[in-house]
């Protein structure tokens, strides 16, 4: 059994598992054993690669396993890893790890809750692992739509609203999606020869410049809905505040880095000529989200939304970078990728607890809460420093980075945009050290929560890890940054290349 | 005629002797519930028997032709109604029904006759005779419930839009007869068929053909119909019935009409766009979930014109894959429909609110089969879907592909629209808790297993593509 089919099996068994499960404490044991094992294998695999590049294996992709699924349309089950997807994995293992913990108390159709966190988990998983464009699509589907029942189900406010708009345009994304995927798929052989949904074999060729200019659009588009690319964002505020805390972490942790991902490895790995072309579309509408999404979350009241708004804003920056054309800038992205989605977990987690203690998201409602649950504070604010940029924290690591790859574009209207994107962080700054100030500190507000407690064990558990990882990125940025610049080499390749 | 010619045509000698031993039956048993299981094992050892010795070849000078492919097909139609009887087993022991059960069975199987006759046909009146042995008992059955209105005049409106759909199709018929001479499909699949007469004989064809498979603009008599037959009578008409005429559709533009292709490609490109455009904005307005799922069926419909617009064995395959795993999901959700109906007499979306609570099964077999209606993965719908995209995509309708996707998802928001009354809505009174009957429990068996396993064994598709090769 190779590493990487067993990341999609260990899931699946775990749902299996779930599915003649009766008692609630089993439920819960069961799909924390299952994640554990997850996380694990996650990590073992960051150490296998390691390993692997150190002996000197440097092909693209390592692990490589593939197998013939549909012969006549050459679908196959192909599975690999570079460095980034290696850290992709490790994150989501991270994520929904924490995840569960978070749920511990769920007690609604409990079993339903984690069959569907964890189905949506191994969507993640297998996005991750593919190297066909088939089965991407494939985990891509999957992963979206467990969304509708978890937040529709177990969702707080407009839930049903919020849940039938996020999935509605998550799959009208994907719609657009499968059109670029199969248009990439017909024209993978332009000079005969057999067609492939394999991402490496579609890269060795040049995809015809007319059907680049009809197909990246489409699939850049299709990814970036899910990336949060404005004007297609408007589902994450409403989703992320209406969904389960679990959920919200999974799907502004993880789920929205399939976005930019994809848009990454997908459309402009494979189509790198219109990429070329229509970056300045699409920088455009990117730095519209970074700026639009951090203005947002100044106006906002609810601790979801202003944390909803907050992650358009930064994954507005994750498609910034990518578009920005340099490997410095490309590893920025993924640093960011990595870096939001451990923040943002963090942040989700906290305010699911803070909500659960004080029965509001309201921060007018709120005030002095470091007195009565310093734990819970503390964390709070360490994750919002790591959101507005703090050195030592991870969010400075991959902003910096970023920034600093956007300045190398030396014509103006990079060096404009870049300005407008910088200046985001002053905006960061604004909203989160209000929310910090206006809940945290000062006077109490309401009386009642004087008899608020702190966070217990199974609370404990996701805060520390994340806190931990989110300081150790800080601190100790570059054995990640190495892993992702080396595995960039063949992607810088085909795009930087082509500008030079 | 030697034995040989005999296994030829087994499918539909074998249906015969079928439908005699239950004449006999009927006048010789007296529990007439009886009957039930006896129907229901012949026709399972029917569909076994038609997977064995397959025979090609033609008979009666061409006029009955059969190869592999059509084999499949009348396989494929076969497992279908196989379910389709195990989920009306339950509805036929009901008192008022005592008395017609061999009726059911006896016209059920006249019907599948006259499909079989109609795919295996090597000619236009063949064609013609098996169409309409297929449509007349068909109208019997929707108008079964005798006593209810509704029931009768769906009866009613089936048999006059079917005669006036036949006339018009005979009335192309006969323009192609008078034109070349012949209605042999051999021989006319050798002639150009390329002048202006041709065209108008092809559009009356087409138009006769689109009316049994409710194509827009000719679906309106789809939704009264459906709503008033009995559910086990519109799960078949929905899936059965359709299914027959897309198969002999797809035949008949890939082989005869094959000269015409591009005036063809281009009625049904128009034609798929109104179907799921309009089958899916239908859909989404209603309340009845017989006619909620009588429209979602007319866009299937539609998605299914992008495997015919393919034009190539790729196609063909992709129509006839599609259209297996259509069966199982369409009749997973039909089966559930069925057995509420049946407990309860409830069959409006509203009333499936809160039906997790209490039928958490049932809820889940409906979630499943309307989730590969919708084409999501890993469910069997999502590869039937992506491969009729395939095959348009391969001949460059990328825009109608665009079209089609989008449409995919507008048909999810009405799917989950159901999906979400049974999971999420609150009701205080939902249905009762169902303990359903042996033989609706192995009918929804089949059918998610069906809709589970069918993506996964590649093999399949590529057997069902290896025999559409070179059509």
């Known amino acids: ?500 | 005629m030697d034995f040989n010619q005999f296994i030829i045509m087994k499918h539909e000698l074998l249906l015969t002797i079928t439908v005699m031993v239950l004449l006999v039956a009927e006048l010789t048993i007296n529990d007439k519930k009886r009957i039930i299981p006896i129907a229901i094992s012949l026709f399972g050892l029917h569909t076994a028997l038609g997977f064995f010795w397959n025979e090609s070849g033609a008979l009666f000078g061409g006029m009955y032709q059969t190869s592999e492919l059509i084999i499949l097909m009348k396989n494929i139609l076969n497992i279908g109604v196989f379910i389709v009887l195990l989920q009306s087993a339950n509805w036929l022991r009901k008192p008022e029904n005592f008395n017609k059960i061999s009726e059911y069975f006896i016209l059920l199987f006249s019907t599948l006759i006259g499909m079989n006759f109609m795919i295996s046909s090597g000619e236009f009146l063949m064609f013609y005779l098996g169409l309409e042995l297929a449509t007349i008992p068909m109208a019997a059955l929707v108008a079964y419930n005798t006593f209810n209105q509704k029931s009768a005049e769906a009866g009613v409106k089936l048999i006059l839009s079917a005669a006036f759909s036949s006339g018009i199709m005979l009335f192309g018929i006969s323009l192609f007869y008078g034109q070349f001479g012949s209605t042999y499909f051999q021989q006319l699949s050798m002639i150009s068929m390329d002048t202006p007469l041709a065209i108008l004989a092809l559009i009356f064809f087409l138009s006769g053909l689109s009316f049994k498979i409710s194509l827009v603009p000719f679906h309106l008599w789809t939704a009264d119909v459906y709503e008033g037959a009995p559910v086990n009578i519109t799960s078949y008409l929905s899936v059965i019935s359709k299914g027959a005429a897309v198969f002999i559709l797809t035949i008949l533009l890939f082989t005869i009409f094959r000269t015409m292709v591009e005036v063809w490609t281009n009625i049904i490109y128009i034609i798929a766009i109104l179907t799921m455009t309009i089958g899916n904005l239908f859909a989404i307005r209603q309340q009845n979930i017989k006619r909620f799922l009588a429209f979602s069926s007319i866009a299937q419909a539609g998605f299914i014109l992008l495997g015919i617009i393919g034009t190539s064995s790729l196609g063909m395959a992709t129509v006839i894959y599609f259209m297996l795993i259509y069966i199982f999901s369409n009749l997973g959700a039909f089966g559930v429909v069925s057995v509420i109906s049946d407990y309860s007499g409830k069959e409006n979306i509203d009333d499936y609110n809160g039906l997790y609570h209490s039928n958490p099964k049932l809820s889940l077999v409906m979630m499943l089969s309307l989730f590969s209606l919708a084409g999501i993965p890993p469910i069997a719908g999502f590869f039937g879907k992506f491969f009729l995209f395939t095959a348009a995509a391969e001949q460059g309708y990328y825009w109608l592909v665009l079209i089609a996707v989008i449409n995919a998802t507008i048909s999810l928001y009405y799917y989950l629209i159901v999906v979400k009354a049974m999971f999420i809505n609150k009701n205080d009174t939902p249905i009762a808790k169902i303990k359903s009957d042996n033989y609706a429990r192995f009918a929804l068996v089949i059918c998610v297993v069906g809709i589970f396993i069918i993506g996964f064994f590649g093999s399949l598709f590529e057997y069902i593509n290896h025999l559409s090769f070179g059509i």
Request: aromatic content about 12%; glycine content about 8%; overall charge neutral.
């Open chain 1, 1 to 500: 059994m190779d590493i990487l089919t067993s990341l999609i099996l260990i899931p699946v068994l775990t749902v299996l598992a779930l599915l003649f499960c009766k008692e609630l404490k089993n439920i819960r044991v069961i799909a924390a054993v299952g994640m554990t094992i997850q996380l694990l294998q996650a990590i073992r695999l960051v150490f296998i690669y390691m390993a692997e590049r150190a002996s000197g294996n440097d092909s693209e992709m390592i692990l490589k396993k593939s197998y013939q699924w549909f012969e006549s349309i050459n679908i196959q089950y192909a599975v690999g890893v570079d460095g980034i997807s290696v850290l992709m994995i490790l994150l989501t293992g991270i994520i929904i790890f924490t995840g569960i913990f978070t749920s511990w108390k769920m007690e609604y159709l409990t079993k339903e809750f984690f069959i569907s966190l964890i189905v949506l988990a191994t969507g993640v998983f297998g996005f991750f692992i593919s190297l066909d464009l088939f089965t991407l699509f494939l985990f891509y589907e999957l992963a979206v739509l467990p969304m509708y029942l978890l937040i529709g189900i177990w969702g707080t406010g407009k839930k049903e609203y919020a849940a039938m708009k996020l999935t509605l345009m998550l799959m009208g994304g994907s719609a657009l999606l499968l059109v670029g995927l199969l248009g990439i798929y017909f024209n993978s052989a332009p000079d005969g020869g057999q067609l492939t949904f394999n991402i490496l074999e579609i890269a060795k060729v040049t995809i015809p410049i007319e059907a680049q200019r009809f197909f990246f659009p489409l699939t850049f588009i299709g990814f970036g809905v899910l990336g949060a690319l404005f004007p297609f964002h408007t589902w994450s505020p409403d989703g992320h505040a209406s969904a389960p805390t679990a959920v919200s972490m999974l799907h502004a942790g993880v789920l929205m880095k399939l976005g930019g991902y994809g848009a990454f490895r997908v459309a402009m790995y494979l189509m790198p000529e219109a990429a070329n072309e229509m970056a300045w579309i699409f920088i455009i509408l990117t730095s519209t989200s970074v700026i639009y999404g951090a203005l947002g979350a100044i106006v906002q009241t609810d601790l979801k939304y202003i944390n909803a708004y907050s992650s358009v804003s930064h994954c507005g920056l994750v498609l910034f970078a990518v578009l920005m054309m340099n490997q410095t800038a490309f590893d920025g992205a993924i640093l960011q990728m990595l870096s939001h989605g451990l923040m943002t977990a963090l942040f989700f987690a906290l305010i699911g607890m803070i909500y659960e203690r004080t029965g509001t998201r309201d921060i007018k409602k709120m005030g002095g809460l470091m007195k009565v649950m310093p734990f819970l504070a503390v964390a709070y604010v360490i994750a919002g420093f790591a959101s507005l940029g703090l050195p030592g924290l991870s969010g400075f690591v991959a902003e910096m980075t970023i920034f600093v790859g956007a300045f190398q574009n030396e014509d103006t209207f990079h060096r404009i945009v870049t300005i407008i994107a910088v200046s985001s962080i002053v905006v960061t700054a604004v909203y989160i050290l209000r929310v910090v100030g206006k809940i945290l500190l000062g006077p109490m507000i309401d009386e009642k929560h004087s008899l608020i407690s702190d966070a217990v064990w199974h609370e404990k558990i996701p805060i520390f890890v994340l806190l931990f990882t989110i300081i150790a990125m800080g601190i100790a940025p570059l054995w990640m940054s190495d892993i992702i610049w080396e595995s960039l080499g063949p992607i810088v390749d085909k795009l930087v290349m082509l500008t030079n």
